[in-house]
């Protein structure tokens, strides 16, 4: 049996569509903090386990007879370690034979401020003795590509990235890529440094959302502080848009770039591209 925790999350549903064209419905567990809102995996033949990260009695429940799990990481920074550390323990006590979690890209070197808490995670899977398996997921296509709404109003998209590269990925790449670790065997303690196949700057992210919208777009560099203000003057929560401004600052330093082929290997074929992405995003905005 497979469990899959937030399920129900952008990343995680694209797990469970993948998880079910390759083992039978019964065999899959979408452990999800509202059950209620998961119905739709439940018409597919999905099991519906109710998961919360803080509240280990119900993840004890939710791991009942799991040989699997894909810990998919905490949407709450700052309290993150904590959670993980319930899941791990509440793995551990079910006996699962593989636990994989959704990590970031060289979190035992990168000075990013969203690699803290991964690193922690890293740190407390490896010590419960459990076999694990580390996905570095890179950054997302969709980081850039969700929110292009504005750029494309103003004609401008605003960073602090200078001419750094972003090796990213689809959110369907990177599910699909736990898909296969879960799946298939020979995963055990293994570490993934999972990438794009071609990195991009986000000059050349403007001219790719130029060419698709057929108008102008540029990209406007701006200071770390500078640019962290802006985000929080769009209206995003002053964590979130200081996270975003730290990424950027990281990106010009090489942070979010990589050579890797680890994703496509277990993907066994190329990434998405920046411009079936931005094409994509164009088309629907």
């Known amino acids: 049996m497979i469990v899959v925790t937030g399920a129900t999350g952008k990343l995680g549903q694209h797990v469970i569509e993948g998880l079910l064209k390759k083992v039978p419905a019964a065999q899959i567990v979408a452990a999800v903090r509202s059950p209620e809102k998961a119905a739709n995996l439940a018409v597919l033949g999905v099991q519906l386990r109710k ?86 997921n890179g950054w997302y296509l969709e980081n850039h590509t969700e929110s292009l709404g504005a750029a494309l109003q103003h004609g401008a998209i605003l960073g ?82 200081h996270i975003l401004a730290d990424s950027d600052a990281g990106a010009a330093k090489g942070e979010l770039d990589s050579n890797s082929r680890d994703l496509h290997n277990l993907l066994g074929h190329a990434t998405t591209t920046l411009t079936a992405a931005v094409a994509a995003a164009v088309s629907k905005s």
């Open 51 to 136: 998961a919360d990260y803080s509240d280990p009695q119900t993840l004890a429940s939710a791991f009942a007879g799991a040989e699997k799990v894909l810990l998919i990481s905490s949407s709450e920074v700052g309290v993150r370690v904590a959670q993980h550390q319930s899941v791990i323990d509440a793995a551990k006590a079910a006996g699962v034979k593989l636990l994989a979690y959704t990590s970031i890209l060289r979190a035992d070197t990168s000075t990013l401020a969203l690699a803290v808490e991964h690193l922690a995670t890293e740190k407390a899977l490896k010590a419960s003795g459990i076999p694990y398996t580390l996905l570095r």
């Open 160 to 241: 602090a990235a200078q001419d750094g590269k972003f090796a990213a990925a689809s959110r369907k790449d990177y599910a699909l890529a736990a898909v296969a670790v879960l799946t298939t065997e020979g995963h055990a303690d293994k570490t993934y440094e999972l990438a794009g196949d071609a990195a991009f700057t986000l000059t050349e992210l403007a001219a790719e959302v130029s060419h698709a919208a057929n108008k102008p777009v540029v990209y406007k560099n701006l200071p770390e502080a500078d640019y962290e203000t802006a985000l929080k003057g769009f209206g995003l929560p002053a964590e979130i848009a």
